[in-house]
């Protein structure tokens, strides 16, 4: 069975006009932000070599210096690493035929070893001088020379090794005896 739809339209007189006021809509602000992470880009000062040597092993070494004027003085700061990483893989496979089977041995090894090494070392030196008039007309000064070293190392080292060795045995013959 249909549906029946009617539109209903009402029509009203002059005299029955009513007054309507418009309502505003309310206000809505809407604040997106978004947010971009950028990964630290290692320090690229200074002398740096990247060693790759096929594309399962790299090696980056860097080295870096610089100085600092301070007001009575200069910090020197250094710093040198190492990071590297190696990945390979070996894969075999043997097939053992004896009297009444065949068995296949397929065995795969994935060996991934990375290594990160830093050393940054801190030097500051600050003089003070100290001038005094001597009683007896004289000059004294002593000069102060403070010598601060830091130096911090960091290592870190991450192994990881998987073998996945898969065995099928296949039987090529049965004993039949007769009854």
Known sequence: MGSLRTHVT????????????????????TLSQELV???EQPQRRGSYTIERV???NFSERYGNSEVIPVQNGLIRISG?????????EEHSNEIIQKEG???????????????ESSQRATE???VDSDVKELPNGGISKMTTTTTVKKLGTTARTANSATTVTRT????????????
């Open 124 to 126: 500051e030196f600050y």
């Open 80 to 88: 040198n690493g190492e990071r590297s990483a190696m990945h390979n």
């Open 101 to 115: 089977f065949t068995q296949s041995i397929d065995k795969r090894v994935q060996n991934t070893k990375a290594n």
């Open 10 to 29: 009402q029509v009203r007189a002059q005299d029955e006009i009513r007054s309507t006021t418009a309502t505003p809509e309310p206000v809505q602000e």
């Open 54 to 56: 096929d594309e399962n």
């Open 37 to 39: 992470w950028i990964p």
């Open 168 to 179: 099928k045995t296949a039987v090529t013959s049965r004993d039949v005896g007769a009854k």
